[in-house]
């Protein structure tokens, strides 16, 4: 399995606030990598595909960045709407595997 | 438009078999590149990817589960199906099916359904 691996697991920041969310993986993935928005009761959202392309009808102050094995997701200035889990997908194995979530509370 | 719901029993006993049916609209599963798939959310932890069907009825299943897994598609009622056996109430989980598009990405979710493992 390919592991990825999500850093910070939990963050505290402003309304306002540039935060930054890393992943690793513990293989080459290229760009395969997707990144999703997680509220409590709600669907999962995905934000970014292909490690940098913004799914439709997101907001553009979200953005990644990264390929092989180290990724960002950055977010520049935090809406109160922002405030969610965050998790990494890697899609270069069929076998897919999420990171275990980035937690991003407000401060 | 896409839409995916979750249906099946919001409660199972330990060793019973567990039955989900995504019923989804807006797409054929019979287009090349598309498919379907499950994932969980067991209270308080992360996402896990369960199992996913392609549009030519290639199957792929989480190794740690792929013993227990079956997931199946009726193109017909643009339904997939994912059974699980042997349920244990380590597996108490939201399950969510979701249209797994190009570059393999879930890009569309269903709401989820909450399954309880209980006696």
């Known amino acids: 399995d390919i592991q990825m691996t999500q850093s910070p697991s939990s963050l505290s920041a402003s309304v306002g606030d540039r935060v930054t969310i890393t992943c690793r993986a513990s293989?080459?993935?290229?760009?395969?990598l997707n990144w999703y928005q997680h509220k409590p009761g709600t669907a999962p959202k995905l934000l970014i595909y292909?490690?940098?392309s913004l799914q439709s009808g997101v907001p553009s102050r979200f953005s990644g960045g990264g390929s092989g094995t180290d990724f960002t997701l950055t977010i520049t200035s935090l809406q109160p709407e922002d405030f969610a889990t965050y998790y990494c997908?890697?899609?270069?194995?069929?076998?897919?595997?999420f990171g275990q979530g980035t937690r991003l509370e407000i401060k | 438009q896409i839409t995916l719901k979750e249906s099946g029993p919001t409660l199972v006993k330990p060793t019973q078999t567990l039955t989900l049916t995504c019923s989804f609209s807006?797409?054929?599963?019979?287009?090349?590149?598309?498919?379907v798939g499950w994932i969980r959310q067991p209270p308080g932890k992360a996402l896990e990817w369960l199992a996913h069907?392609?549009?030519?009825?290639?199957?792929r299943y989480s190794p740690s589960l792929k013993s227990r897994l079956t997931i199946t598609r009726d193109t017909s009622k643009n339904q997939v199906v994912l059974t699980m056996t042997n349920m244990d109430p380590v597996d108490t989980a939201t399950y969510y099916c979701?249209?797994?598009?190009?570059?393999?990405?879930?890009?569309?979710w269903g709401q989820g359904t909450l399954v309880t493992v209980s006696s």
């Open positions: 979701a249209h797994f598009g190009g570059l393999d990405r879930f890009d569309y």
């Open positions: 807006g797409f054929s599963l019979s287009t090349s590149g598309v498919g």
């Open positions: 069907i392609y549009w030519n009825e290639d199957k």
């Open positions: 293989q080459i993935i290229g760009t395969y």
């Open positions: 292909g490690a940098a």
């Open positions: 997908q890697q899609s270069f194995s069929t076998l897919i595997t």
